[in-house]
């Protein structure tokens, strides 16, 4: 468990990422408009970096050079406590998690995945724990993450490549939404790259979800962007956009290349009485 950090100790936020996502359903921010120094937050950050370098291979796709980790925590709002909670025992990943998006992903429709959790010992991250609560400050204006607990989705994904002729996807590998409660936000935070070409991110309407981004009228596409900085990153009010990472090749430098992002998902757990 981890307990609420003090009340002057509680991250700011910036009324211009919440004032995009209230407006527009999307909000794209530096890590400065997070209150973060990258250079001030480098230990928790190499900490973070460490767990990628070792990142197992997507089980549901082990083709595809794609390397994950995911873990639930549970948000108290009305005590700010937040709670990791413990995965199902596993013989080959140590614990699991369930990740289900119900029928939103077309590579996995209805597929309740157990991923491989992430290591406890990050669950005490500094920056890890800042970026969540951080992030829930940006969504929990909405009235329905108010009076219910909160389910947080902690999401380590690596797209990797070793050779020239590959590429590394994400998946759905299209627009897509995440799907679940309307009170669902996904916020995504870049943690680095190194040697590639790719990993374009757009952001585009509902209803151009399950379609390629260069198959669409220009109105249909809010933003075009490629991270570059450590911690920057974008949100996405998830029923009221689509959003998509495009595949990753490797670039002109030496050496294999990489793409890694920690993605927060923030839902209301809903009654199953």
């Keep these: 468990m981890k307990e609420a950090p003090a009340l002057n100790d509680r991250p700011r936020t910036n009324d211009a990422v919440t004032d995009a996502l209230r407006r527009d359903g999307y ?20 900490e973070i970096e460490g767990v990628f370098a070792t990142l197992p291979p997507d089980p549901y796709a082990p083709h595809t050079n794609r390397f994950r980790r995911y873990s639930h925590a549970v948000y108290l709002p009305w005590t700010g406590q937040l709670f990791f909670t413990p995965g199902a025992p596993d013989p080959t990943h140590g614990t699991v998690t369930e990740y289900w998006q119900d029928d939103h992903n077309p590579e996995f ?11 406890t010992a990050l669950h005490g991250n500094a920056l890890l724990q800042c970026l969540i609560h951080t992030d829930l400050a940006h969504a929990t204006w909405l009235d329905d993450l108010q009076r219910t607990p909160v389910y ?8 990797a490549v ?5 590429t590394a996807v994400s998946s ?9 409660s309307p009170a669902t936000f996904t916020f995504a935070h870049f943690i680095g790259s190194t040697n590639i070409r790719g990993g374009e991110n757009v952001i585009a309407t509902p209803e151009s979800a399950g379609r390629q981004p260069d198959d669409l009228p220009d109105t249909a596409v809010h933003a075009r962007f490629t991270l570059h900085d450590p911690l920057d990153g ?10 998509y990472v495009g595949p990753v090749s490797l670039g002109d430098g030496t050496g294999p290349g990489e793409r890694r992002i920690l993605i927060i998902g923030i839902a209301p757990y809903g009654p199953r009485l």
């Design 152 to 159: 947080v989705g902690v999401h380590l994904l690596k797209l």
């Design 27 to 46: 909000a794209r921010y530096r890590a400065a408009d997070l209150d973060l120094d990258a250079a001030a937050r480098s230990r928790d950050l190499a």
């Design 162 to 166: 070793h050779a020239s002729a590959e």
């Design 109 to 119: 429709p209805d597929v309740r995945r157990r991923l491989p959790d992430l290591p």
């Design 172 to 180: 759905p590998n299209s627009l897509h939404q995440d799907g679940g």
């Design 234 to 243: 974008y949100a996405v009010h998830d029923h009221r956009v689509s959003h």
